[in-house]
């Protein structure tokens, strides 16, 4: 009885092999099924694909070759492996068949921004905040009913943005589209299209949309870079920010020259109507013999070597305003040259720009001469993580009077946890304006982290 009962084990547990097995081999795809109907051959792989074809007649994804049958036939097969396996049935050569290439989908995060790579694109996501607390005599001197001398403090969001970028189609083309929602009226920043014709060299490209353009290296690094918790009062006056337009660039000589030649309406970002048809034109050179001087005015791509970069810059611009009941009309030629440089060794950076414009008013038919300089400096003092900072710069509205300089000095304190992608600012700033014998104080507290 015993040895009976271990037959019947043995029996059994051999079946179970030998089913587990078949159906292993059928998932593997070792089905195949062979009719003729209609003159054709149909071959599956696909057993359940078989039953719909023998219920219905019809196969809903299907491989045809004409002719490829042993005696001529037309072959459908239900996929590359049923055909394959019909070859090997009727010792016919098979096909070549190129593996699969599969779409590619990465996505990553790293120093605030995601990523998604794919065959066909990219896309690059990354989001700004700048949480600001601002303690001003400036802010209070201009309120209504409220002394000069006092001090009028405030949170603020200075900037939300969200920045999409990436390429398309194909890495040459690439583009730029970022939105600042704390401006609640005027949110598109930047919109555009940049095309490298020299098939990744960057020795000649052409960029279209609404960006900023190539005029004044204050201006042209992100706010999220920079030193202080703003810009200085001379950039503000002097540089255009963003239009909209054309311009060709490039960076040839493995990037040691950096040019720019741009047109544009002329009237600031989102505004496409130019009435007075007369476009702004701006061109900006850079050298910079050591390496790349990144946009960014804390140091911290230098190692052993030092960074330097000079460039001269000049823009054009015909200011037409119309009159209205309060106001008289304006039309003014201005012309501005700029040279600025910039130095950075071992945590220390050094920044220097100056500014001339002259201009031309042709409705009273006066020339003026304006100019302005600014001069920044700054060092970590423990590592990268820590930084001082100070800036000085001056405006002269009019170089032919006396008494009316604009002047400003400023420290700053700055800790960064990693580098400008989460950093703690504070900045102490005095303006003088000499024509109106004025002095204004302002502390400022940013916390900026980008995700």
């Known amino acids: ?8 084990a043995l029996l059994m547990i051999s079946f179970l092999f030998v089913f587990l097995g078949t159906q292993k081999a ?5 089905s195949y099924a062979e009719e003729t109907r209609d003159g054709r051959i149909y071959v599956f792989n696909n057993m359940k694909i078989y039953q719909e074809w023998k219920a219905s007649g019809e196969i809903v994804k299907s491989i045809t070759r004409i002719g490829a049958g042993a005696n001529g036939e037309t072959i459908v097969a239900d996929s590359i492996e049923a055909l394959q396996l019909y070859y090997f049935k009727h010792n016919l050569p098979g096909e070549v068949v190129e593996p699969e290439k599969k779409p590619i ?51 603020r969001l200075r900037r939300g943005k969200t920045k999409f970028e990436g390429w398309f189609y194909n890495k040459n083309l690439t583009y730029e589209l970022q939105l600042n929602w704390a401006d609640v009226i005027n949110a598109l920043e930047d919109a555009n299209m940049n095309i490298d014709l020299t098939n990744g060299k960057k020795l000649f490209m052409i960029k279209g949309g609404q960006y900023k353009v190539p005029f004044g290296r204050q201006e042209l690094t992100s706010s999220g870079n920079q030193q202080f918790v703003d810009r200085s009062a001379v950039s503000n006056l002097f540089a255009r920010g963003r239009d909209l337009g054309v311009q060709i660039w490039g960076n040839p000589m493995g990037g040691k020259i950096d040019w720019r030649l741009g047109i544009f309406n002329g009237n600031g970002r989102n505004i496409s109507l130019d009435l007075d048809g007369d476009y702004q034109f701006d061109a900006r050179v850079t050298f910079q013999p050591w390496g790349d001087v990144k946009y960014s005015e804390s140091d911290f791509e230098s190692t052993d070597k030092p960074l330097l970069a000079v460039a001269v810059q000049y823009d054009a611009f015909r200011q037409s305003v119309a009159s209205t009941s309060t106001t008289s009309a304006i039309l003014r030629d201005l012309d501005t040259y700029g040279f600025d440089v910039v130095f950075k060794f071992k945590g220390f950076s050094a920044y220097y720009e100056n500014f001339q414009r002259t201009s031309d008013d ?8 304006v100019n302005g300089w600014v001069f920044q400096g700054g060092y970590f003092i423990y590592k990268r993580k820590f930084e001082v900072a100070g800036r000085v710069d001056r405006i002269d509205p009019n170089e032919s009077t006396d008494d009316d300089l604009l002047k400003e000095w400023a420290v700053a304190f700055n800790y960064f946890y990693n580098k400008h992608n989460l950093k703690l600012q504070g900045d102490y700033r005095r303006i003088e304006n000499e024509a109106k014998n004025t002095e204004f104080d302002e502390f400022r507290v940013q916390l900026q982290f980008i995700f």
């Open 362 to 369: 042709k409705i009273v038919n006066t020339e003026t001469d």
């Open 26 to 30: 059928d998932a593997q795809g070792f």
């Open 105 to 155: 989908m990465k996505v990553s995060w790293k120093d605030g921004k995601t990523t998604i790579d794919t065959d066909i694109a990219q896309l690059i996501i990354s989001n700004r905040i700048q949480f600001r607390w601002t303690d001003s005599e400036i802010l209070a001197s201009i309120l209504p009913g409220v002394n000069t001398d006092d001090h009028t403090s405030t949170f």
């Open 1 to 8: 009885m015993n040895r009976l009962l271990q037959i019947t």
